[in-house]
């Protein structure tokens, strides 16, 4: 019922592998969802389907109860902020020019955009002194946060963060833990977010989707993976990964 | 007679095939429009092969035709047999002077046994007639250094068999000639396999620097005797006769055709060597001309510079250095305006992509002359600035559409992906993100097309298109160095000025981000 995103039987396999078995999956409204996994799981895939970096086989995909097709999906991508790991941030414009290129192609107005500029700065504590910065004149960190800012914008209903936080050092990593969940809170905003840490999967997840092999293994909160693990490969997955952040 | 003409020649066109059917209706134009050009005084055109005796031949019947009270122009250098022959009988050349042994040999295609009988039936088939021989028999002659053939007793062709260390250096109208180099080493079994292809100019400073020891000449060069050479018994008589004769259109006005018979049997071989010495004495084929009339050649005042009279030097540079780069320009944009949307389907890949980079590096791979002399055959082109500007575009396509494609390839996909996920667009991501990110890689392709154009360029005047190509081309063929230098140096200064030019076109074009 307050499910954002829905996933009905979507598959994608490559030429020579399965990417993902048909699955289903909703995405509730104002939480954060985790997908977790070993690498080629299939959690960046599954991201990838919804924003249609890459076709489904077979399936439906709907958003806010509206199947995504090819013909509409450039309007749905309005609605979807997505960050990846290396920010990707375009390095011919500076940090300003890319936060406002897609609010300046859908025709927003000049204060209302230094508004919104001004917002998400004071948002994401990224200095104004930095907007007129190339990417390469800026740390990796603050890459991250200029990536964020221009994922939010158009302020999305849904976020897409593909290991965001995955090329950083880990001091930078962990202030940027803290202030990505203070926002997220602030702006009420529905994320999937996509790790292959137990540890940053537990910070954020409301909810934690786990996935092996192309297939989602078992959805719930860390308690319920821990105390009632679907199969072995679930308390194999946990213990190991707890053993590694605890000791 | 006309009528005739009309007819037999339409006839053998025919058997000659579609590629003729142009020049079929260029000829019947012409055969109707000369008697209101008579009457109009359109001027004779006489054209030249591009050596030095040509000229001179070109430049005397000029003067016998201007003399008679016929209006003339000659169109210096035009190139080698075969365009001469098609622009006689396409009509943009009225007469122009050629050899009995090629007419055979290389028109006619027959054995050299042919009488001036003969000879003149045949080229009557194809509405051109002949004058009698003019006087002297510019054969084919082997020449070697004077010195050498004492030391070794090299005294007649035949001897050279038993040197077979010797460097041959041979003009590459020669090494492919039907009775040229391949026959004459049958003939005299000839062992030397040091055999290399030169300009004939050149090859004259290449044998004086003992680059090479043998060399192919005409019996009646001028540069025989200034390099102390001596010309080789031809023992086994294999070369035949080259009796200089004119060649004309039958259709030509009689009055011209009455002039130039004039000069029939007046030129003996020694009168010749006069003149072509005289030619390159002077750098100036107008006065060895004068010679042959006897008349005092009105000196210019001062030194002046080879071939030109009455231009000054800075006059003449300036409309080379113009003309050369509104060929380089013109074509150069030409390549830009193709290149650019072509790499970026190629960026693309599939059997398209493939098919475009095949293409344009097939183009890269044909010597440029080549490339020049395969579209001049082609309708609308011909001996034109649009062949050379066409031949240039071709040439600076592959820089640019190799370059845009692998710049757009080289976007890692990471970016490509977040430009889509944004929802831009393609045209805007494309305009906006993949351009601009891959415009160093584009401006670097431009600047190559550049630099390669400006040096091609100078080949564009071996097609009459002029630009710095002139001065190199008249230089070679009088192996005057100073007018050699006179282009060679404008065009490389023009090459560094062009690539400075486009090394500041970088910091406007090239987004400030990516040059951090």
Redesign the interface.
């Known amino acids: 019922m307050t499910a954002l995103v829905e996933l009905v039987d979507v598959s994608k396999r490559y030429v020579d592998a399965v990417a993902l078995h048909p699955t289903n999956l909703s995405i509730e409204r104002g939480k954060t969802t985790v997908l977790i996994g070993p690498s080629g799981c299939g959690k960046s895939t599954l991201l990838r389907l919804i924003i249609r970096l890459i076709k489904p086989d077979s399936g439906r995909i709907d958003f806010g109860g509206e199947p995504i097709n090819p013909e509409n999906i450039d309007s749905f991508r309005r609605r979807i902020g997505y960050v990846i790991q290396e920010g990707g941030l375009f390095p011919h414009l500076t940090a300003r020019a890319n936060v406002l290129l897609m609010a300046r192609h859908v025709g927003k107005s000049q204060e209302e955009m230094q508004k919104r500029l001004l917002e998400l700065c004071e948002l994401t504590r990224f200095s104004g002194n930095l907007l007129p910065r190339y990417p390469v004149e800026v740390s990796g960190g603050q890459r991250q946060r200029v990536s964020l800012m221009r994922a939010l914008m158009l302020a999305p209903e849904l976020l897409l963060l593909d290991e965001p936080l995955g090329a950083l050092d880990p001091l930078v990593r962990v202030s940027l833990q803290k202030d990505l969940k203070e926002i997220f809170a602030r702006l009420g905003q529905t994320v999937l977010f996509v790790t292959h840490d137990l540890a940053e999967a537990i910070y954020f997840g409301d909810e934690i989707v786990l996935m092996n092999e192309g297939h989602i293994v078992q959805k719930g909160t860390v308690t319920d993976l821990r105390d009632k693990p679907a199969n072995a490969f679930v308390s194999e997955f946990i213990n190991a990964q707890r053993g590694l952040v605890l000791t | 007679m006309k009528r005739s003409h009309l007819s037999r020649s339409g006839g053998l066109q025919a058997t000659a095939g579609l590629r003729r059917l142009g020049s079929r209706r260029s000829l019947v134009a012409v055969l109707l429009l000369v008697p209101v050009a008579c009457a109009f005084g359109t001027p004779v055109v006489i054209g030249s092969k591009k050596f030095t005796e040509s000229y001179v031949l070109g430049e005397i019947a000029k003067r016998t035709l201007t003399n008679a009270g016929i209006p003339a122009e000659h169109r210096q250098g035009m190139g080698g047999t075969i365009i001469l022959w098609q622009a006689l009988r396409g009509g943009q050349i009225d007469a122009y002077p050629e050899y009995t042994g090629t007419i055979t040999q290389e028109i006619l295609k027959r054995d050299d046994a042919s009488s001036l009988e003969q000879i003149r039936e045949s080229l009557a088939r194809f509405g051109v007639g002949m004058t009698e021989p003019l006087g002297f028999n510019n054969t084919y002659a082997l020449v070697m250094r004077r010195s050498d053939a004492q030391r070794l007793g090299v005294r007649a062709i035949s001897d050279l068999q038993k040197y077979p260390e010797l460097k041959i250096g041979l003009t590459h109208e020669f090494l492919d000639r039907q009775d040229g180099w391949r026959p004459l080493r049958e003939r005299y079994a000839l062992p030397q396999q040091n055999v290399v292809g030169i300009d004939h100019g050149l090859g004259y400073a290449a044998l004086a620097k003992s680059s090479i020891d043998v060399k192919d000449a005409y019996s009646t060069d001028a540069k025989i005797e200034q390099n102390d050479l001596i010309v080789l018994e031809d023992d086994f008589q294999f070369f035949p006769k080259y009796d200089a004769v004119f060649l004309f259109r039958s259709s030509m006005r009689p009055d011209a055709i009455a002039a130039l018979r004039r000069l029939e049997g007046t030129l003996d071989e020694k009168r010749m060597i006069r003149l072509n010495a005289e030619a390159e004495r002077t750098k100036n084929y107008a006065k060895a001309a004068d010679l042959y009339f006897n008349v005092a050649a009105p000196r210019p005042s001062g030194h002046s510079a080879p071939s030109y009279i009455g231009e000054s030097f800075p006059h003449k540079l300036v409309r080379w250095t113009l003309r050369h780069l509104e060929l380089a320009g013109f074509s150069l944009l030409l390549s830009v305006i193709f290149g650019i949307p072509l790499g970026i389907v190629a960026s693309r890949g599939g059997p398209i992509g493939q098919g475009i980079l095949g293409f344009a590096s097939i183009v890269q791979t044909i010597p440029s002359l080549a490339l020049l002399a395969l579209l001049v055959p082609l309708p609308f082109f011909g001996i034109s600035v649009r062949t050379a500007i066409a031949a240039l575009f071709l040439y600076g396509l592959l820089p640019i559409v190799r370059n845009t494609a692998s710049g757009l390839q080289d976007i890692p996909r990471?970016?490509r992906?977040?430009?889509?996920?944004?929802?831009?667009?393609s045209m805007?991501r494309l305009w906006?993100?993949y351009l601009?990110?891959a415009?160093r890689s584009i401006l670097s392709g431009i600047k190559t097309s550049a630099v390669i154009n400006i040096g091609t360029a100078t080949l564009a005047a071996l097609i009459g298109a002029g630009g710095l190509g002139e001065p190199i081309l008249s230089g070679l063929n009088l192996n005057d160095h100073v007018t050699i230098l006179q282009g060679a140096i404008p065009a490389a200064l023009l090459a560094l000025l062009v690539q400075w030019f486009f090394d500041l076109l970088d910091r406007v074009l090239i987004?400030?981000?990516?040059r951090?």
């Open positions: 990471s970016l992906e977040s430009a889509i996920a944004l929802g831009l667009t805007t906006e993100i601009p990110m415009s987004p400030k981000g990516l951090l």
